[in-house]
Structures are given as C-alpha cells and as structure tokens.
C-alpha cells in the first residue's frame, strides 16, 4: 500500500545533494536537507515518550522559527493532526479551540507561560511544553533527550493532517479539517503550475499559522528541495536585504504595497527574482501596475482559502490581468452560481462554488455546518462572489459572507459585535471593513449607545483588549443614534461602509 503521508512525498524529494540547505535564518541559523529527518525525529522519540497516537491532535502557537518548521513535520510523520493558531489570539481565544479540538499536547510561547498552565489545569490537558523564538525551551529540551526515531506512520488518502481554524459567518470558528492528500494534491500542482525550477530560493517571510505561509510556501519549497529564506515576519529592511539573493516570494497585497513605499526597491533589486506571488486578500489593480512599472514584473496573483488551499492561478507563462485571479487550477471544477447552485452565464456575478481532490473534508465536529456549505452534488459553497469570462478566468468581485480581511487575516465583525454589544451602556454596534492604505481593509466599529449613556472609545477599546487578538480590534470606533437598516430590518453594512469609507484617509 502507497503511504499517502505527506512527509513521504517531501522526503522522496529531499535533494541528493548534502549541502542543500533547506531554511537559512538572518540570524545565521541554517537547516539542510540532510538534518531534517534526524531533526524532526527527536520530536517523534518525545511523541512515543508522551505515548501520543496517530488521529489525536496538537495545538501549536508558537513564534516562527526553523524548530516550529521542524514540530509541524515531525506531527505529519506520526499522523498527529497538526493545529497552528495565530500568535496575536489571546489565552481566551486559544481556550475555545482547546475545548473544541480536545488537542493531547498544546505547544505555546513561554512567555505566556503562566496563562497557559492556567489554561491546562483548567482543561486538563495532558501535555504542555512551551518553544520560544529561538527555538528553545521546554519542547526542544525534552524532544533532544529523545530518539532521534526515524519513523513515517502509514497514512492514508483521507487521513487528517491539520486543523485550520477559519471563523464562518456567525463568528465561531470552525476546525477545517485537511488531509494528507488534499494538502500534497494541492502542493503537487502548484509546484508544477508556478514552474519550480532547480536553484529557486524562496523568500518566505509569511507567518507559518495560515495556509499561505505554512502549506502553499513551504510546500512548494519543500517538494523543490529549494532553499527558503526565513524571515520571522514581514520585515522590510530584511527583504530589501535579501531579495537579491531570491528568485520567488509570496506575500500579502500588504507586502507588495510596502516594498513599493520604499524607494530602495527597484528593478535591480529584483535582478534574480522571477515570480512574485500574491494572494489571500484582494490584490489592487493599482498596486499590479505600480510594481509592473517598478520592477517590470508582473505579480502572480492567485486565489485560495483555508478549507481547500489553492483554488485558481494567472499563468505562469501567458497573461496576468489585474482585478483577475486567473484560471481554476487542474483538477478544480470551477462554477459562478446563483444562490440555489445553478450555474451562471459567463460573466454574470453569483457565488464562486468548486470542488477538487485540494477540497477539505469538512468542519471538525460539525457535521451540520458542513452540510450547509456544500451542495448535494459536492460542490463546496466559498461565500465569494464572482464571475467567470468565456475563457474560464476569474474575477473576485465582492463577498456574500459578512468577512473583513485585513493584511491578509479574516476578522468576522460578528465575532466583535457580540462582544461590543455586551458592554455596559451600548444598545448595539455594526463592524464594517473600509479601505486601509496599508491593510488593505481596516476594523471600523460604528456603535448606538443605550439612551443617556456615553461610552467612551477608550471604554470599549480596554473591554475588548484581552478578548480579542489585537488585528482584530477597531482601529477607529463611531458613535451614532440608529444603524441604517433595510425593510426587513437588517442593518445596512453597505450603507455604512460608504459613510465611513474615507475613515483611514489622510
Ligand atoms: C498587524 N496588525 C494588524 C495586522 N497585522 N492590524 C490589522 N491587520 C493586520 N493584518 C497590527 C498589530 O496588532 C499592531 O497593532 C500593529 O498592526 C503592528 O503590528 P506588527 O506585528 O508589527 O505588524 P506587521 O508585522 O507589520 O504585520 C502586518 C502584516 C501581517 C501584513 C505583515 O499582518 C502579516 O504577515 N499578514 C499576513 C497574513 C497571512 O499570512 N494571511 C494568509 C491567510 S491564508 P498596534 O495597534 O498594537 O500597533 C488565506 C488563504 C489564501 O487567506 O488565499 O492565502
Ligand atoms: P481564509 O478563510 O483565511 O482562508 O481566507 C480566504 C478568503 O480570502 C477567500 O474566501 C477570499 O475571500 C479571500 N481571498 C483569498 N485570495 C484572494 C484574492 N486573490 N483576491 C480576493 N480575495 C481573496
């Protein structure tokens, strides 16, 4: 039986050659290829010491780090399914997804410590070690005085492999489960389509807690046995450093709109580079063209989302039109529908709906939601809205779902409005993304306090400050008497993102 462990792909591309490295650090820290088996085993000798099996699950908010890189392949290969969250979510937010995934290990940042063994004791969880920046601390003393073990658990096709939380449209979060071979599938084609070549250095300088940063990046960079240049975080000086040295980057419209804000990125800075890649929030026509004339390089901009990776790419070789998210990739099938599931004319604006072997397996524990989101026929329902030319490409046009993305990170407003909504002195509130020079989209919350009351900004921004991961709170909050509603009674968003759209200006 082929063992569809994922690992056991990377692995089977691993470069012959032993000096290949796979993660170089600023800080002058450097993976090769050769160390990653032995490196990722000392995790799978502390997995059989902790007595860990296959199918339980592990939650990870930790730093990037080369170490962090080393934990998420060393669970693939012991068929735990992997659980990274967003460092910026408070202890709060973490205690959800710990009650709801009932993970056997949480791996969290020894500077909360505390808060964390707080969190165990109240769950009781059973293991909890702790990895700081630097890939130090409890986790990598105990995993070193282990093994190093050299096993790849037998997995197959439909086997998880990772949890992502992504929030739906009543703002809890929902556990899109992943498996092997939705995420190798995806992995393969994008290698493919994005023509990897030998000698590609990537610039990876996204967090490794997404899609983007975790699977699309450091896949392709693994399945190439290329070397990836690891940022902790977007950091442009860093990059301005070492975009000479890379030939692919990946990034954010964020990213690209901040290269270009700095003069020091020019044409020749890119003299290596033959592809920028840009996805997870609407990349802006301007935005293409400014870079184009910049650098003479036409960005890559593709489309995906957390329950199946990537769904379509603008051609490697071919045009790249700006405002398009290009063609569905091979093995997608691809329809713009109206709201029952019937496909759309070419060109008319519906709901973007797709299946394809990257397709997740459905929402962790939630078979009713699950079935909400899929058609009978298989089709998976994005909440995007879009259209379709005669050729097959794309556009993004809007969205049906009540979704912020803001640098790149979904914020559902409900998620914000239920908490706003339950201070004391507010009547209700209304969460609205508008445009953001550098975010893209920025949190406006715009707030009815109850009769005679007065709620201060300072108030509610302090009530929220340990709920709420800090990209998610307002940056600007309103006061008004009464939200704009339609006849039947549902609060206007649209009517209020024109009012306060020009909130970020200036
Ligand atoms: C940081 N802040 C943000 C923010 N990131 N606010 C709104 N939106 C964001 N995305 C706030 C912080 O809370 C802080 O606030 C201040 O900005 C500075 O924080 P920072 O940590 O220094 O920010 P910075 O490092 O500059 O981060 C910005 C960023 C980062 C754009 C580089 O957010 C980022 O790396 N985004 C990438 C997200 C991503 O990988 N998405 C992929 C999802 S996968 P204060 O007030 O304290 O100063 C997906 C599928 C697909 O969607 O298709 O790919
Ligand atoms: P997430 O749930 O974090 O995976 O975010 C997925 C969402 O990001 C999609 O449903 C889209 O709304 C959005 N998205 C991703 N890529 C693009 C893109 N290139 N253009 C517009 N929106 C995008």
Redesign the pocket.
Known sequence: MQNHNLYALFQSRFPADETAAFIETPDGETILYKDIDRLSGHFLGLFEKLGLQAGERVIVQVSKSPAAMMLYLACLRHGLIYIPLNT?YTVAEVEYFARDAEPALIVGDPAREAEFNNLRDRLGIANLFFLDPRGKGSLMQAALAEGPLQHTIERGADDLAAILYTSGTTGRSKGAMLSHDNLASNALTLHEIWGWRPGDVLLHA??IF????LF?ASHCALLNGSKMLFLP??DLERIIELLPQATVMMG?P??YTRLLGDERFTRDLCRNMRLFIS??APLLPETFRAFEKRTGMAILER????EAGMITSNPLEGERIPGTVGFPLPGVDLRIADENGTPLPANEIGVLEFKGPNLFKGYWRMPEKTAEEFRDDGFFISGDLASQDETGRVSIVGRAKDLII?????IYPKEIELLIDELPGIDESAVIGVPHPD?GEGVVAVVVPKEGAAPSEEDILAALKDKLA??KQPKRIFFTDELPRNTMGKVQKAVLRETYKDSFKG
Do not use: I
Request: hydrophobic content about 40%.
């Open positions: 910026a996204l967090p997404h899609v983007h940063g699309v975080k977007f954010v964020t990213f996805g997870s489309y995906g989302m957390t803001s640098g790149g990170f979904n975010f800090r990209f």
